[in-house]
């Protein structure tokens, strides 16, 4: 009997592990330098700066979510959802660990190169919304954490409901880097200047050491997951 209320509490746990689980993946995948610094760049403009960096920020979110509900149909097809920790379910967080490492070791190896004297080119809103969403789009290593952040949230065995409000607590964690910024601009206006520079600068100067270290872990965790699942 005492064994029968243990399987039953563990299947119980089983949803909520996994949808935590999940937002953990998002928040590592959230800490992506380049939309946080593309933003900041955004709002400095004199023309339209925030509404160009909202466009940017919308065109990150909708694209995100595009992708994350194609992740989502993909994996629910090729893993099921009656054997979330399956054969191919580990094996999946093995390869999405290893990208995660290789990315991580290309980042921290690799020199910096030097920066290309910037256009002075003003693009449109709709430019800028392009951009957001293309930018998301080739962003390799945070596509990689939504992939298996979406994965956990397909195997939690949630209603579609349950599972589609998830998608957007994905969508929206992942896109801080880019909702931040103009966002700071709304809640405290007269010190947003001082904020924006001091966050632009901090993230210059370490972006390589945390995006790597996140990587890192992340990486680690993804392989040690699939090779004990």
Do not use: C
């Amino acid at each position: 009997m005492r064994q029968q209320l243990l399987r039953a509490g563990a299947v119980s746990l089983a949803p909520v592990n996994h949808l935590s689980e999940s937002l953990v993946l998002a928040l590592g995948a959230a800490v992506s330098p380049i939309p946080l610094t593309v933003s900041i760049l955004l709002l400095s403009q004199p023309d339209r700066g925030r509404a160009k960096a909202l466009a940017f920020a919308a065109g990150q979110v909708l694209g995100l979510a595009i992708l994350s509900v194609i992740f989502a149909v993909v994996l629910r097809k090729a893993l099921g959802t009656s054997q979330p920790q399956s054969k191919h379910g580990s094996t999946l967080d093995i390869v999405l660990g290893a990208v995660l490492l290789l990315a991580a070791a290309r980042k921290l190896l690799t020199k910096p190169k030097p920066k290309k004297a910037k256009s002075k080119k003003q693009r449109s809103l709709l430019a800028e919304f392009a951009f957001g969403a293309g930018l998301m789009a080739v962003n390799i290593e945070t596509l990689v954490l939504v992939m298996a952040s979406v994965k956990e949230l397909v195997g939690s065995k949630i209603g579609f409901a349950e599972e589609a409000v998830g998608l957007l607590a994905i969508v929206l964690i992942v896109t801080l880097s880019a909702t931040i910024p103009p966002l700071i601009t709304f809640v405290i206006p007269k010190k947003s200047d001082e904020a924006l520079k001091w966050l632009n600068e901090q993230t210059t100067k370490h972006q390589r050491g945390i995006a790597g270290g996140f990587l890192i872990v992340f990486g680690v965790y993804l392989v040690y997951k699939g090779i004990s699942g």
